[in-house]
């Protein structure tokens, strides 16, 4: 069963543009949100993360939203550029185990 | 993501023999996570381990497949007698402890390929 489900498999967005990733979860026990980004033959960097005491965390271009009642998690990236074309997975964290989204591919075009 | 260290990079067996990957942790992390990922598919949980002690091992499967994280020297998860659907992305990361502690960071992967 896939607690962490990121729908759309990839996006593409104009660079100098807002990106938009969305992620959505199941478990209600969930308390912490991260963020992270994959280059091919790479593996994931950790980009952001929110707890769910917070409905927004903001780091320069990249602001992280958390909707409990919706159970919905979304990262903003703007402005968008061409080096952050990567894969972005969310996860989501109750006490030991960090689950995984499926990821989604987004390609900044120049 | 230097700080985490696995290899080898990439592995290459037939079928039937034993596949070792390892895993040494950034510096001050005491606690270990597997995952691998399958072609198309996200990351998958397989086990988490702190020093000499597996904490959870609920999505490693139950044959063939086990890990350890010894007081002294890299984690190591062992596959034995490897079939081709273990041919896949291996990825550890670590943490300073368990979730909001801080955010897991990960290894490069061990690209696994069975002939």
């Known amino acids: 069963d896939q607690q962490v489900k990121q729908n759309s498999p990839s996006l593409s967005v104009q660079e100098g543009r807002i990106s938009i990733l969305n992620c959505d979860y199941t478990?209600?026990?969930?308390?912490?949100f991260l963020w992270y980004k994959k280059y091919p033959a790479e593996g994931p960097t950790f980009l952001i993360s929110i707890s769910s005491i917070k409905d927004k965390n903001e780091d320069g271009r990249f602001t992280v939203f958390l909707n409990k009642s919706a159970k919905h998690l979304s990262l903003h990236i703007v402005p968008s550029q061409p080096g952050d074309s990567a894969v972005y997975f969310c996860a989501a964290s109750a006490g030991n185990q960090f689950y995984f989204g499926t990821g989604t591919s987004l390609t900044v075009i120049p | 993501n230097a700080g985490v260290m696995q290899n080898p990079r990439h592995l290459v067996r037939r079928r039937g023999q034993e596949a070792r990957l390892r895993c040494s942790p950034m510096k001050g992390h005491s606690h270990v996570y597997w995952y691998r990922q399958l072609p198309e598919e996200g990351l998958k949980f397989m086990v988490y381990l702190q020093k000499e002690n597996i904490i959870d091992e609920s999505g490693m499967p139950k044959e063939r497949f086990s890990a350890e994280f010894p007081k002294e020297g890299p984690s190591i998860l062992r596959i034995q007698q490897v079939v081709r659907g273990d041919s896949a992305a291996y990825f550890c990361?670590?943490?300073?402890?368990?979730?909001?502690?801080?955010?897991?960071?990960f290894g490069d992967g061990t690209r696994l390929s069975i002939l």
């Open positions: 478990n209600s026990m969930f308390d912490y």
């Open positions: 990361a670590s943490s300073p402890g368990v979730g909001g502690d801080g955010p897991q960071h």
